[in-house]
């Protein structure tokens, strides 16, 4: 398709088959039986013909305009698949929730620098406002975070989705559920995470649904924190499921279609680095095939 509207170009340009024909390297007649083709394709012809010249009438005229700039988009598309396909180089400022350290950052990681090892991570773990914030600064090029950051100035893309689970001590009074609503708990003590973390907003949002107000027996900065207490049996939590909750002396007891989104945040109105926005879209197409 390049080709042949080179041809017409060159022909339109040139008035001459000829002189069109050296200048792309093809011959007369092939630029003949193209034209002739073309215009039977379109159902008008594009050329006005005084001899061996041809002038291009308002039709030609109409065409010429659009093959210019589809070459343009052409030529143009060429170089950001030529890009695309060029292994990322340089820095790429992550942050990320201090329970996505565990699997889910290091496998992206690894999977991007698989095929682009001249790309350059500096990482930063934190709460999720804190995460967000290093974003909006500038500290930091993109950031995964859990849930959905408030700001409207944060672009976001969901990545995961995680189902949520109240995590009991082992003979606990529910143990043994195969699912819960939180709202039964009403009357337990709990142990949660900080303010600012998104586990707490997600905690705080859950409570606020079922309508309770939690007797709150400790606030922690770690995941593992609150397993690990609930399992000394200072109170009950709700956590993601993963890896990280399953500890000795405690029980997941799946909340009833709950769960937390995952997701990609950057800082709207601040364009991406090259590296960074390729890692993006490396997360992105990712988590579509997944």
Not at 243 to 248: G, H, M, N, V
Request: include cysteine.
């Amino acid at each position: 398709m390049h080709d042949e509207l080179d041809w017409f170009i060159a022909i339109a340009e040139a008035e001459n088959l000829t002189a069109a024909g050296e200048q792309v390297h093809v011959s007369q007649p092939t630029l003949s039986r193209f034209v002739a083709r073309l215009e039977l394709d379109l159902g008008v012809p594009l050329f006005d013909r005084h001899g061996r010249r041809l002038v291009l009438n308002r039709f030609g005229r109409v065409y010429l305009e659009r093959s210019r700039r589809a070459r343009v988009q052409l030529d143009t598309a060429r170089r950001e698949i030529e890009d695309m396909t060029r292994p990322a180089q340089g820095p790429i400022r992550l942050a990320f929730l201090h329970s996505f350290g565990v699997a889910l950052v290091p496998d992206l990681i690894k999977g991007f620098r698989d095929a682009n090892p001249g790309a350059r991570f500096t990482l930063t773990q934190d709460a999720a406002a804190t995460v967000v914030d290093h974003v909006a600064r500038g500290e930091a090029d993109l950031a995964i975070v859990s849930p959905r950051p408030m700001r409207t100035d944060m672009a976001w893309l969901a990545i995961a989705q995680q189902n949520l689970a109240l995590v009991v001590p082992r003979g606990h009074r529910f143990a043994g559920r195969s699912v819960i609503g939180l709202a039964e708990a009403a009357d337990e003590e709990f142990i949660v995470m900080q303010r600012g973390y998104g586990m707490r907003r997600i905690v705080d949002e859950l409570c606020a649904a079922a309508d309770i107000a939690p007797t709150i027996a400790f606030e922690s900065a770690e995941l593992t924190t609150i397993t690990g207490l609930v399992g000394a049996g200072l109170g009950i939590g709700v956590v993601p499921v993963d890896d990280t909750a399953l500890r000795p002396g405690v029980e997941l007891i799946p909340l009833a279609d709950e769960s937390r989104e995952i997701g990609l945040t950057w800082f709207r109105p601040r364009p991406l680095p090259d590296a960074a926005d390729r890692f993006r879209d490396f997360v992105v197409d990712r988590a579509r095939a997944d």
